[in-house]
């Protein structure tokens, strides 16, 4: 997770992220949230993202998509604009928008000081995390893999436009 990598200095700034989103009658005079919380915070959700995005865009890319006609013949490089044309981004919008909402609430808590650990949503149904140990590898193991994901979905996506071929991207 934290190896110090912070040369533009934004984890030392003396912000109350918690100010800057959230009302202050809807949270409790407490210490708010740090800049390396928030940080934290969203690195974790944009590297989930970008996981599922590099699955799912090798998915379409390997042939598979809905079963309709208007989605044949997709690449996932031409997929975003079809889906934009046909309705289906907004459909998807609104549903990210809810999953955004719902997750403020454990900003909110976290902000109110229930000592919430970033990303940490207490989803763990096969027990992972069984032990402190385990529970350290996993989220440091998360956090690389988020970093990873985030350049490669970059890379993968740059490769594709710039060569406008299919899996294996290769120019």
């Known amino acids: 997770g ?4 912070d040369p533009l ?3 030392t700034l003396d912000w109350n992220m ?3 989103i959230i009302p202050k009658k809807a949270f ?3 210490e ?11 690195e974790l959700k944009h590297g989930r993202i970008c996981m599922m995005a590099i699955v799912g865009y090798l998915a379409v890319d390997a042939g598979l998509h809905f079963p309709a006609t208007k989605f044949e013949g997709l690449t996932s490089l031409t997929a975003h604009d079809v889906s934009v044309a046909n309705g289906s981004m907004g459909v998807m919008l609104f549903f990210v928008s809810l999953l955004e909402l719902l997750s403020a609430v454990a900003i909110v808590q976290a902000a109110n000081g229930s000592g919430r650990e970033a990303g940490d949503f207490a989803l763990d149904p ?3 995390c069984s032990s402190s140990e385990k529970a350290e590898f996993y989220k440091t193991s998360e956090v690389i893999h988020s970093r990873l994901a985030m350049f ?3 890379g993968l996506v740059t ?3 710039l060569y406008e071929n299919t899996f294996p991207y290769i120019g």
């Open 159 to 161: 490769q594709n436009a």
């Open 28 to 30: 409790a005079a407490t």
């Open 9 to 11: 200095g934004f984890t």
């Open 152 to 154: 490669a979905f970059g």
């Open 32 to 42: 708010g949230i740090s800049m390396l919380y928030w940080m934290r915070e969203a």
């Open 2 to 5: 934290d190896v110090g990598l």
């Open 126 to 128: 096969l027990k992972f």
């Open 18 to 20: 918690a100010e800057v």
